[in-house]
């Protein structure tokens, strides 16, 4: 079971720095855990601003492995600039982002002054539909994030697209990782629909990681 951390500092009590600082605490554990993903979704933070913790969040990975290669890959959200800057796995992309053949082509160009390797460079892309999972696999990403599957707690007048619509999406030919509403007890049936894993935040931000990872993958 592929997991998939989305970030968000917000939810993290007190100042900005106590903010910032309890996410790249949550980032290292959750390297340490083995989570396949983590995405930094800070999208409302100044570019720069966002640059200094994406660094210090791929540091804090790095570190936590030493000589040992980092299972967990970080995605910078939309930012190709931002991930090229710092050295992430690649970006996730909106849906109404610039395509993934184009986010690569972006990357390509760019990688000869960078620390990212195009050859190693990861696309993910939110999609709220099978068909832009097949569009997503056709031009040429990684990962489709597919939400929401469930209604969510902070977003109850989003209609969810259901494990019907997920198990459509699945068809795709990339892996499909379902996100929205996911909890320990309804997790199942999203791989039973066919999902390679799950993205979350708050199962993984407000929750001991280590055993929500056991029970995940138990």
């Known amino acids: 079971m592929l997991l998939y951390y989305i970030t968000d500092r917000t939810q993290f009590p007190g100042d900005e720095p106590t903010r910032c600082r309890l996410l790249l605490e949550k980032v290292t554990k959750v390297a340490q855990c083995g989570v396949d993903y983590i995405q930094l979704r800070e999208k409302d933070l100044p570019i ?62 760019h990688t000869r002054n960078s620390k990212l390797e195009t050859r190693n460079c990861l696309i993910s892309v939110s999609c709220h539909l099978p068909n832009e999972v097949a569009r997503a ?4 990403a990684d990962v489709a994030v597919f939400a929401p599957v469930f209604e969510k707690r902070d977003a109850p007048d989003a209609r969810p697209a259901g494990l019907d619509a997920l198990r459509e999406a699945c068809q795709a030919g990339i892996p499909v990782l379902a996100l929205g509403g996911v909890t320990l007890e ?13 993205a979350a935040i708050r199962l993984f931000q407000e929750h001991d990681i280590a055993q929500v990872v056991r029970t995940l993958r138990g």
């Open 48 to 109: 720069r601003e966002l640059e200094v913790l994406a660094s210090e969040a791929v540091r804090a990975i790095r570190l936590r492995t030493k000589n040992r290669e980092p299972r967990t890959a970080f995605l910078v959200n939309s930012r190709t600039d931002v991930a090229l800057a710092v050295g992430a796995d690649g970006v996730h992309l909106r849906a109404d982002d610039v395509s993934p053949s184009q986010a690569r082509e972006i990357l390509s160009a």
């Open 137 to 140: 696999a056709a031009e040429g």
């Open 186 to 198: 309804n997790a199942r049936a999203c791989i039973e629909a066919g999902a390679a894993g799950i």
